[in-house]
């Protein structure tokens, strides 16, 4: 089975601009969930997605935001961006909502 | 507030050595485990997870962990590392009856030597 993929792998925009990244999860996954790397916060939470449905939403705000399709694959927009928003986006994927998640290799996003 | 605590943050060590990284979470009730590894230039990948029954879980590459329910704790164990060994690990954990998602602690950078 292909693994979790996220396009695009880099992404490089400018104070204000806005941005979406997706996130195709393995064949027959069901949840996909998202979270934002970086050296200071570490992995957090952003959201979590099932059959179409947000169950979950970290403590992010309301510029973050993001929606499943009814194939499973995932998007997620940050509007407004700030400096502050470069990190690693990991995509991770489940069958279930409390099965083990696979992540995908993440979308590195710099804010200039 | 709810969290996860990996109070180890470096860990340097030479080859063979055994290695314990710590892990405790403040849930309360059923709570279902993870430890993850990053290994530099990589992607996120699962060693080892602990959902019920035998709480020693075996998992890839030599690595075990131990579920103290009382102790609220969920350590990494490996009897003797390697220089491949060198890698982010971040243990994790998810309620699966009040909510599904994965809380990660800040992980802990494991450095080995030759």
């Known amino acids: 089975k292909a693994g979790v993929t996220q396009t695009p792998r880099y992404l490089i925009k400018t104070r204000g601009q806005q941005v979406t990244l997706s996130c195709s999860p393995i064949s027959g996954h069901r949840s996909v969930s998202w979270y934002q790397q970086t050296p200071g916060q570490g992995l957090q939470f952003l959201f979590e997605?099932?059959?179409?449905?947000?169950?979950n939403k970290g403590n992010f705000p309301g510029r973050f935001s993001g929606r499943q399709f009814s194939n499973s694959r995932s998007e997620m927009n940050v509007s407004t961006l700030e400096l502050g928003d470069s990190a690693l986006y990991l995509c991770a994927s489940g069958p279930e909502l409390e099965d083990e998640q696979f992540f995908g290799p993440g979308t590195r996003l710099t804010v200039l | 507030a709810q969290s996860v605590s990996q109070h180890n943050h470096h860990v340097i060590l030479s080859e063979a050595a055994s290695l314990e990284l710590g892990c405790n979470y403040s849930?309360?009730?059923?709570?279902?485990l993870f430890w993850y590894v990053q290994y530099p230039g990589q992607h996120l990948q699962l060693l080892l997870k602990?959902?019920?029954?035998?709480?020693l879980v075996k998992g890839i590459k030599g690595f075990e962990a131990e579920f103290i329910k009382s102790k609220f704790s969920f350590n990494l164990r490996k009897p003797s590392v390697q220089w491949s060994d060198t890698a982010e690990y971040f243990c994790?954990?998810?309620?699966?009856?009040?909510?599904?998602?994965?809380?990660f602690g800040t992980g802990t950078r494991l450095q080995v030597f030759p």
């Open positions: 602990y959902f019920s029954g035998d709480p």
């Open positions: 997605y099932f059959s179409e449905t947000q169950r």
């Open positions: 849930y309360g009730g059923t709570v279902n």
């Open positions: 994790a954990v998810n309620r699966p009856l009040d909510t599904d998602k994965l809380i």
